[in-house]
Nanobody
Framework: QVQLVESGGGLVQAGGSLRLSCSASGIVFSLNAMGWYRQAPGKEREWVATITSGGSTRYADSVKGRFAISRDNAKKTVYLQMGSLKPEDTAVYYC??????WGQGTQVTVSS
């Protein structure tokens, strides 16, 4: 059974940083692309970043240059380093793999 567990969310002031983690089980982690998504109140879930099994990364324009996705295959964990945070980054952040498996989410709140 695939399980994704996010952690690292919290309350931070604008301009601050946070690092989210997502631990995976039930999959051969090193062979799977991993992604981060987010959902703000009243809005649809949106894609944030992806890292392939080979380590290639892609970002939404809204976070490019501020966020960095990385992975540790030995720990079966994907990270999202978030910097220069803005109030509009406030959302529940979700980890995803294979398009169908989701974690429970972790809340990120950026105060102005």
């Amino acid at each position: 059974q695939v399980q994704l567990v996010e952690s690292g969310g919290g309350l931070v002031q604008a301009g601050g940083s946070l690092r989210l983690s997502c631990s995976a089980s039930g999959i051969v982690f090193s062979l799977n692309a991993m992604g981060w998504y987010r959902q703000a109140p009243g809005k649809e879930r949106e894609w944030v970043a992806t890292i392939t099994s080979g380590g290639s990364t892609r970002y939404a324009d809204s976070v490019k240059g501020r966020f960095a996705i990385s992975r540790d295959n030995a720990k079966k964990t994907v990270y999202l380093q978030m910097g220069s945070l803005k109030p509009e980054d406030t959302a529940v952040y979700y980890c995803n793999t294979r398009s169908v498996y989701w974690g429970q989410g972790t809340q990120v709140t950026v105060s102005s």
